[in-house]
């Protein structure tokens, strides 16, 4: 595999990573509907990292040599993750959205994006994925290992700027009663993936 089917192949990895529902996907659109687009984008972009490092390491053949040490520590991963979503969802759920919002939370990309990334680095769902994925596509040659990587960065952050940009422009024509309710809502689902990342723990330390 070379060229442009590489690309095509990273791409894809990207897409299949990144697209279905999780921690990330949820702080992107609650970040989005009460920060604006930057900060929307910005906590994609975060995740987007991540998976970046992650598939580097996975293409570069680093993964089964960092593997066990992640093993041993997949609980301590787990409750800290679990402490984390709670936190974000502890936060979520304080906030009253305003349509206006205020100087500060227009600046908040920068925070936005730190932790995302802190997120996503204590998201075990990220690995798992791409563990599962990277197989089902042909070993990319090594002149074309970088060319796969640039396709899953740019699917990835595509899709980020896609969702953070359509949010905001929802965010424009929805009340403050509505925004509210999303907002909550994010906050529970956050929430409930805390609790299930805390029972996860539990079950590994038992």
Known sequence: MNGM???LSGATVGFVITVPIGPMSVLCIQRALVYGAAAGFATGLGA???LAAY???AV????????????????FVSVVSACLLLWFAARVLRRT????????????????YCSAVA???????TPALLAAVLPTVAAPAPTAASTMIAGVICASVSWWLIVSGSVAALRSKLNVTVLNLINRASGLILGGLGVLMAAKAWEMSI
């Open 97 to 112: 959205v305003s349509i206006a919002g205020s100087v500060a939370e227009r600046r908040s990309a920068v925070s936005s």
């Open 60 to 75: 570069l053949g680093i993964g089964p040599a960092i593997t066990p040490v992640l093993g041993n520590s997949q609980a």
């Open 5 to 7: 089917s590489a690309f």
């Open 48 to 50: 987007a990292t991540v």
């Open 119 to 125: 997120c996503a680095v204590l998201n075990p769902l």
């Open 55 to 57: 598939t580097t390491c």
